[in-house]
């Protein structure tokens, strides 16, 4: 009989706590629509109670969010739980997620309290949240370190008090398959009430054993796995989303399971994720990785040319990966070119879709073939519109071996243009610094990252910049055939998301 498994998302909760990341309510919406349309049952979109944008972000997502469960973050207190459902409650589908520590080395150090203690605040909050919401999680943080006995105790108390999901984490990531897989084993048999709740999973990759040992969970009763796009979350990150779900899929012979998830569009929602945290996948990451289905050994083309199975246990469309590429150019119309979105994965407004069309004609005058990494580049950066309020009219640049590189830079700024110049230390340095002249606010440049899009001399290249202000960072995009423009474009973006 095929059971159904519960894919929760943490990629706004756990995986926005990623060393560097910081997203915006808006980019967070456009995460969890795509998470939606993917078929997650249960998105975790944040905490709350950690601050006002969490709090704003999570509220605009429960508003907008209708097929998937919404969940937030508390720890167990009032005023964590009372926040959470101030922010979920507009969703049709709610949980609050609460979590205490469980393990002796937490509640000694951390907690500073007792195994009594813990259990009586644990019941207790869950007992609380029960009074908000019909839908209570509750984590047993540290779960994985936790004493046996003591898990099973405080699993069946909060079950007792309405905890319809309860959570044994490995949240420092210490365990191995076997020994986890025991783990949920023992929890199924030992805790007498544990046919009233589901058991969930949340392991980090510290090990990169977070994806083995979520199935080895699943193989003994585990039927909720929580995960997020790209691996992302603290640390080493969280279990991955798409490595779990096509596991699943393509194991179905062992594990017997269902997942809700649409894996055709993994792929899109991979993109997505790597383009608002400016974390790229590494080329080789199992799944949605650049090189996850090419085939470099000439017998292993040789082989995928006679029969695919012979070295493909997946195709790349199963994955939403497409394999058309550099189909597009100058003459392409509008039409082939919304043909061309809608194949990769796009459901884009008309406007946006001709905004896109507009720099996707502008590309075509200076780049030949357009690919369609090319084309996510140029959509992705308009998934999110944001308010030109710095405004670049134009730049130049003098720069060479001998001579210090001079730069002027005019902008348009709250409709009133000025003009700076500046030298500096190759051409990038130069305009940023002649750029830094013309506004009136002192961004801190924290990060400057530069990558290709395609192959090729005329390729697009895609610059990130990391701006601080205060205590807000801000990731800034420029894409360009000009390197030196997408890093101007790149630092111009930053800025009016600042503003
Ligand atoms: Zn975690």
Redesign the pocket.
């Given at each position: 009989m095929t059971k159904k498994i519960y894919i929760f998302d943490?990629t706004l909760r756990?995986g926005e706590?990623t060393p560097g990341v910081s997203l915006n309510p808006q980019e967070k919406l456009e995460i969890a629509k795509q998470l939606e349309s993917l078929g997650v049952d249960v998105i975790e979109a944040g905490f709350p109670r950690a601050s006002n944008g969490d709090f704003e972000a999570v509220k605009l997502i429960s508003q907008n969010i209708k097929k998937s469960v919404v969940t937030a973050l508390a720890r167990c207190n009032k005023g964590d739980i009372d926040r959470a459902y101030e922010a979920i409650k507009y969703a049709p589908k709610k949980r609050i997620h609460v979590f205490l520590a469980t393990s002796d080395i937490h509640m000694k150090y951390k907690l500073n309290m007792t195994e009594d203690q813990v259990l009586e605040k644990a019941t207790n909050m869950v007992t609380y949240a029960k009074t908000l919401v019909e839908d209570v999680e509750f984590s047993a943080e540290d779960g994985s370190r936790t004493r046996k006995e003591f898990l099973y105790k405080i699993l069946e108390s909060v079950i007792d008090a309405g905890a319809k999901v309860v959570n044994i984490?490995d949240?420092v990531g210490y365990s191995i398959p076997a020994e986890y897989g025991e783990l949920i084993k023992g929890v199924k048999e030992n805790v007498k009430n544990i046919d009233k709740a589901i058991i969930s999973i949340?392991c980090?990759n510290d090990l990169g054993l977070a994806v083995a040992n979520s199935l080895a969970a699943i193989e003994n009763g585990a039927e909720q796995v929580?995960c997020a796009i790209n691996g992302l979350?603290?640390r080493a990150g969280?279990a991955s989303l798409e490595e779990v779900a096509m596991a699943l899929k393509t194991r179905k012979d062992c594990y017997s399971n269902e997942t809700n998830i649409c894996s055709e569009k993994i792929y899109r929602v991979s993109k997505l994720v790597s383009h608002f945290t400016g974390i790229t996948v590494q080329p080789n990451k199992a799944i949605v990785g650049a090189n996850a289905f090419s085939h470099e050994s000439g017998i292993h083309q040789d082989g995928v040319l006679k029969n695919r199975e012979t070295y493909e246990i997946m195709t790349a469309e199963s994955v939403g990966f497409s394999t058309n590429n550099m189909v597009l150019g100058k003459h392409s119309g509008s039409h082939a070119f919304e043909d061309r979105l809608i194949t990769l994965g796009y459901n884009l407004e008309k406007e946006r879709v001709m905004e896109a069309f507009k720099k996707f004609k502008d590309l075509a005058d200076r780049k030949k073939e357009i690919s369609d990494r090319d084309i996510e580049a140029l959509v992705n950066q308009g998934v999110v519109p944001i308010e030109d309020v710095y405004k670049l009219i134009n730049f130049n640049v003098t720069t060479g071996n001998n001579i210090e590189s001079t730069a002027t830079v005019k902008i348009e700024y709250n409709k009133v243009e000025k003009i700076e110049a500046a030298c500096g230390d190759g051409p990038v340095n130069a305009l940023y610094n002649a750029l830094e002249r013309a506004i009136d606010i002192k961004p801190e440049l924290k990060d400057y990252s530069i990558k290709a899009i395609t192959s090729g001399t005329d390729a697009l290249g895609e610059v990130s910049v990391k701006l601080t202000l205060k205590d807000k960072t801000v990731l800034g995009i420029g894409v360009s055939t000009d390197v030196i423009e997408a890093s101007l474009l790149a630092y111009m973006n930053a800025l009016n998301k600042l503003n």
């Open positions: 943490t756990d706590q984490p949240t949340h980090h929580e979350g603290e969280n």
